[in-house]
């Protein structure tokens, strides 16, 4: 391959020293300390000759005799720049930065190929496999000591760069990941406030039908007054947990339990929702057992997912629906007592790949009459339930209704939280 190292003259202080030794001084040994050059040649006087230059001036030096050894040794000992051969036996210097180019762990590494001067060194191909740059042999050393100095600082810009874009990407998702829990807030608020929105205005409406036929006078009875304050009080219950939940964590639960009783519950939620199921021609029955254990639960939550049931039942289903409220304990082996919940319909039922999903922010039935919002129903429910310890879901079959369940944990008779 002829002569390896060519020097014109001595250069001082420009990289020789006036002995034609190297100066370290001006090779930037603070940036060449931190940095390992893979060589690979074939030729064993141009490696020696290349790992004493390079050492000097602090590089770290690894050295291969093959394109195989090059690729297996840059696999487990990542060099950061690889100065090729192009001329080798057996695999030559254009697949091995081919296949060094293939694998992501290895592609981002900077490759200079050297090629003598009396070889045909096809320029296009080489950048084309992945080169960043050439040298010629043979080749002044402080020529080749600026070109692998040039790369290095490239590659330690390209990866601040790709590292700062990571970090700009993260700070977006986080930023997308924060406006889309705005967004749920904001729509969980609408959503829930609807419907004891809705019940109220269909009293008041009704109060003002009575009126007109009674020459502007009305009577309200104290049980109506009591519902619409108890409704009122919810409603603020409600704003107040929701603000309270997206203060404190933009995508959690907070919670308030205290021991419910399942049956008054429901019954006083019954008498809520009497209005809206009227306009439905809808009918709603309660089986719950009058015997059952308190569960351990925030009583404005759990509001919200019973009514959000009975609006998904109403909503995904024709006129005429009969609603049924049920519960009872399971208590497992080795296990902390629960109460089952269920929520069942004789409506259109759903086919199973319309229940894969069904929990999943902004998923929506295909059978919605009146969908508003964002379909934040389910999920939400899901969201209360499991910030309660319990589970969510469905069973349902095409024309044979659905069952809606969830599991909420007993109360403990002296005070304490079960599950812990």
């Given at each position: 391959?002829?002569?390896?190292?060519?020097?014109?003259?001595?250069?001082?202080?420009?990289?020789?020293?006036?002995?034609?030794?190297?100066?370290?001084?001006?090779?930037?040994?603070?940036?060449?300390?931190?940095?390992?050059?893979?060589?690979?040649?074939?030729?064993?006087?141009?490696?020696?000759?290349?790992?004493?230059?390079?050492?000097?001036?602090?590089?770290?030096?690894?050295?291969?005799?093959?394109?195989?050894?090059?690729?297996?040794?840059?696999?487990?000992?990542?060099?950061?720049?690889?100065?090729?051969?192009?001329?080798?036996?057996?695999?030559?210097?254009?697949?091995?930065?081919?296949?060094?180019?293939?694998?992501?762990?290895?592609?981002?590494?900077?490759?200079?190929?050297?090629?003598?001067?009396?070889?045909?060194?096809?320029?296009?191909?080489?950048?084309?496999?992945?080169?960043?740059?050439?040298?010629?042999?043979?080749?002044?050393?402080?020529?080749?000591?600026?070109?692998?100095?040039?790369?290095?600082?490239?590659?330690?810009?390209?990866?601040?760069?790709?590292?700062?874009?990571?970090?700009?990407?993260?700070?977006?998702?986080?930023?997308?990941?924060?406006?889309?829990?705005?967004?749920?807030?904001?729509?969980?608020?609408?959503?829930?406030?609807?419907?004891?929105?809705?019940?109220?205005?269909?009293?008041?409406?009704?109060?003002?039908?009575?009126?007109?036929?009674?020459?502007?006078?009305?009577?309200?009875?104290?049980?109506?007054?009591?519902?619409?304050?108890?409704?009122?009080?919810?409603?603020?219950?409600?704003?107040?947990?929701?603000?309270?939940?997206?203060?404190?964590?933009?995508?959690?639960?907070?919670?308030?339990?205290?021991?419910?009783?399942?049956?008054?519950?429901?019954?006083?939620?019954?008498?809520?929702?009497?209005?809206?199921?009227?306009?439905?021609?809808?009918?709603?029955?309660?089986?719950?057992?009058?015997?059952?254990?308190?569960?351990?639960?925030?009583?404005?939550?759990?509001?919200?997912?019973?009514?959000?049931?009975?609006?998904?039942?109403?909503?995904?289903?024709?006129?005429?629906?009969?609603?049924?409220?049920?519960?009872?304990?399971?208590?497992?082996?080795?296990?902390?007592?629960?109460?089952?919940?269920?929520?069942?319909?004789?409506?259109?039922?759903m086919a199973p790949e319309q229940m894969q999903n069904l929990f999943e922010l902004?998923?929506?039935?295909?059978?919605?009459?009146?969908?508003?919002?964002?379909?934040?129903?389910?999920?939400?429910?899901?969201?209360?339930?499991?910030?309660?310890?319990?589970?969510?879901?469905?069973?349902?079959?095409?024309?044979?209704?659905?069952?809606?369940?969830?599991?909420?944990?007993?109360?403990?008779?002296?005070?304490?939280?079960?599950?812990?």
């Amino acid at each position: 391959m002829g002569t390896w190292l060519r020097r014109s003259r001595p250069m001082g202080r420009q990289g020789w020293s006036e002995s034609g030794g190297l100066n370290r001084v001006d090779m930037n040994t603070e940036l060449a300390g931190t940095n390992a050059i893979l060589l690979v040649d074939d030729n064993s006087t141009n490696l020696g000759i290349l790992v004493k230059a390079l050492s000097e001036v602090g590089y770290q030096v690894r050295v291969a005799q093959d394109g195989s050894s090059a690729i297996a040794q840059t696999l487990y000992a990542k060099p950061n720049l690889i100065l090729l051969d192009v001329m080798m036996p057996g695999m030559d210097g254009f697949e091995t930065c081919r296949q060094l180019k293939a694998n992501p762990s290895t592609q981002d590494i900077p490759v200079i190929f050297m090629t003598a001067l009396t070889e045909v060194f096809d320029k296009v191909q080489g950048f084309q496999v992945g080169g960043v740059d050439y040298i010629t042999k043979p080749f002044e050393l402080d020529e080749l000591l600026i070109r692998v100095r040039t790369h290095l600082n490239l590659q330690t810009l390209q990866n601040q760069l790709r590292a700062q874009n990571e970090q700009l990407q993260a700070e977006i998702r986080d930023r997308q990941k924060a406006q889309e829990a705005v967004q749920v807030f904001l729509h969980a608020v609408s959503h829930d406030l609807r419907n004891p929105v809705t019940g109220g205005l269909m009293v008041l409406k009704s109060l003002l039908e009575e009126a007109e036929q009674r020459d502007g006078q009305t009577t309200i009875s104290r049980s109506i007054l009591e519902r619409m304050i108890q409704s009122h009080d919810r409603q603020l219950a409600l704003i107040n947990s929701l603000l309270e939940t997206h203060t404190n964590d933009m995508g959690g639960i907070s919670l308030h339990r205290q021991p419910v009783q399942l049956h008054p519950f429901v019954a006083e939620l019954a008498a809520n929702w009497q209005p809206m199921l009227q306009k439905e021609d809808a009918t709603l029955q309660i089986l719950l057992p009058e015997s059952l254990a308190p569960v351990n639960a925030d009583p404005n939550q759990l509001c919200r997912v019973y009514e959000n049931l009975l609006a998904n039942a109403l909503k995904h289903n024709p006129p005429g629906l009969t609603l049924t409220l049920n519960a009872e304990l399971l208590s497992p082996p080795a296990t902390s007592p629960l109460l089952r919940c269920t929520v069942q319909d004789d409506g259109v039922g759903m086919a199973p790949e319309q229940m894969q999903n069904l929990f999943e922010l902004y998923k929506r039935g295909d059978h919605s009459r009146r969908t508003v919002g964002l379909g934040l129903g389910l999920y939400l429910c899901r969201q209360i339930i499991t910030a309660h310890g319990g589970q969510i879901g469905v069973t349902s079959h095409p024309n044979a209704g659905s069952t809606f369940w969830f599991t909420l944990p007993v109360w403990d008779a002296e005070g304490s939280l079960l599950p812990a």
